[in-house]
């Protein structure tokens, strides 16, 4: 519900649809030819015990249209747009690539250090061994700024993977350690790449990044970051 509630751009010919584990395949093959739609993908999801199929609409009905029908299949438990989600690129700049001697107090350029008050906030926690899930673009986990500090990597995506600076900035903003203090900087990094570079930005979409936060739950993220 929250992913829906955001609103992004929508691909034009698909949807996501919840069923129940319990459905047949059979119920599920019925259901798919009666809505006149082809299946791209689908996963079990441990968060909600259902399963999410992606679907294409191969003819030009839109997708408001397929959708509205879907909602009054008692099969269906949820029907929504696949949309589209971009990274926000005012969040984060791109982190020199020099090995530094490690510090404690971070850079003097950082002055949101202050701001946020981050020498006294670790003084009383640093993060230490706190998983936190980052769903973002493709993560350079051999940054020094980042060193040791990704743990697993998860791929949301089909398409070749590759580090990409909003994903590795995110995940500096939180965890680096080197030149520049991040916010946690003794926090485990879960790196999860469910945007793919477009344009300047890159983009994501529903799918990708529910099947993101169901491996970072499945993995024991303690915290996950989502900044689209």
Do not use: C
Request: no cysteine; hydrophobic share 45%; net charge negative.
């Amino acid at each position: 519900d929250t992913i829906a509630e955001i609103r992004g751009t929508e691909l034009p010919d698909e949807v996501v649809i919840e069923l129940a584990n319990s459905v047949s395949p059979q119920t599920i093959e019925a259901l798919q030819r009666r809505f006149r739609l082809e299946r791209l993908a689908q996963q079990s999801f441990q968060l909600t015990g259902t399963t999410f199929y992606r679907w294409r609409i191969p003819d030009r009905r839109s997708v408001a249209t397929v959708v509205r029908a879907l909602e009054t299949d008692a099969v269906v438990a949820s029907a929504q747009p696949n949309y589209l989600f971009m990274i926000q690129q005012n969040e984060a700049k791109t982190i020199e690539r020099k090995i530094p001697e490690p510090k404690t107090e971070g850079d003097p350029a950082q002055y949101e250090l202050a701001k946020l008050r981050l020498p006294q906030a670790h003084a009383l926690a640093s993060g230490d061994r706190i998983l936190v899930a980052v769903i973002d673009s493709g993560i350079d986990a051999s940054h020094p700024e980042l060193a040791g500090a990704v743990m697993q990597s998860y791929d949301a995506l089909d398409t070749p993977a590759v580090p990409h600076k909003h994903g590795t900035a995110i995940a500096g903003l939180i965890a680096a350690h080197g030149k520049l203090l991040g916010s946690a900087p003794r926090a485990q990094i879960l790196a999860i790449r469910a945007f793919d570079p477009a344009g300047t930005g890159a983009e994501g979409n529903t799918f990708s990044i529910l099947k993101s936060l169901d491996w970072a739950a499945a993995n024991g993220a303690r915290v996950i970051n989502m900044s689209f």
